[in-house]
């Protein structure tokens, strides 16, 4: 099993910054890529952005290319969010994931976090 502890979230005015972090414990050696993804109300969950372990590969969103960062830190089991110039429709609760290949559908990952709400007012 693998756990997963997101932390960051918060309320912030619209082009203001926040950073999310994911940390993973457990059985981690069987995942090989970390990704982000967020729910607004009454919409389903969507890819943010996701980062794989070995090499650093970044894949991202649209809708948040530009303006959001996708960063890991090793030693710590640690992956990051950093995201900038927030919109209000960023606004959502956002879950970290892992899995072992890179997917951009919630149901290809085998593991996730409690979630993380971010509010973003205009």
């Known amino acids: 099993q693998v756990q997963l502890v997101e932390s960051g979230g918060g309320l912030v005015q619209a082009r203001g910054s926040l950073r999310l972090s994911c940390a993973a414990s457990?059985?981690?050696?069987?995942?090989?890529?970390m990704g982000w993804f967020r729910q607004a109300p009454g919409k389903e969950r969507e890819f943010v952005a996701a980062?794989?372990?070995?090499?650093?590969?970044?894949y991202y969103a649209d809708s948040v290319k530009a303006r959001f960062t996708i960063s890991r830190d090793n030693a710590k089991n640690t992956v990051y969010l950093q995201m900038n110039s927030l919109k209000p429709e960023d606004t959502a609760v956002y879950y970290c994931?892992?899995?072992?290949?890179?997917?951009?559908?919630?149901?290809?990952?085998?593991?996730w976090g409690q979630g993380t709400q971010v509010t973003v007012s205009s």
């Open positions: 994931a892992a899995g072992r290949f890179l997917a951009y559908t919630p149901k290809y990952y085998d593991y």
């Open positions: 457990g059985r981690t050696f069987n995942i090989t890529l």
């Open positions: 980062i794989t372990w070995s090499a650093g590969s970044t």
